[in-house]
């Protein structure tokens, strides 16, 4: 997935249901309101890659325990939809 490329629609992801949480966090990283076909990349500051999953099932709710080996710092999710509808959310860990 690319996510430097093309417009990024934040109207329809910043407003629906989705919820990260808790941020900032020292654990894991919890994910309500995703739907089936998601993709989520987590990115350093830097652009790197650090996590990458696709969405399978409709169920909505996701924990990213990856989140557990990373070291402190600010990081970007970024979600896209199945329809090609990608937001970036900014995630700290603690």
């Known amino acids: 997935m690319s996510c430097s490329s093309g417009p990024v629609n934040t109207n329809t992801l910043a407003n629906s249901a989705l919820k990260i949480y808790p941020n900032p966090s020292d ?3 919890y ?5 089936a076909g998601a993709t989520l990349l987590l990115m350093d500051i830097n652009g ?7 969405t399978i099932s409709s169920n909505g709710n996701l924990t990213v325990s990856a989140f557990q080996q990373i070291p ?3 990081y970007t999710l970024w979600v896209k939809t199945a329809a090609g509808l990608a937001v ?5 860990k603690q």
């Not at 790197?48 to 696709?54: C, D």
């Open 27 to 29: 654990d894991l990283l």
């Open 48 to 54: 790197r890659v650090l996590w990458q999953k696709h």
């Open 31 to 35: 994910l309500e309101g995703l739907t």
């Open 72 to 74: 402190a710092g600010l």
């Open 88 to 92: 970036a959310h900014r995630v700290v």
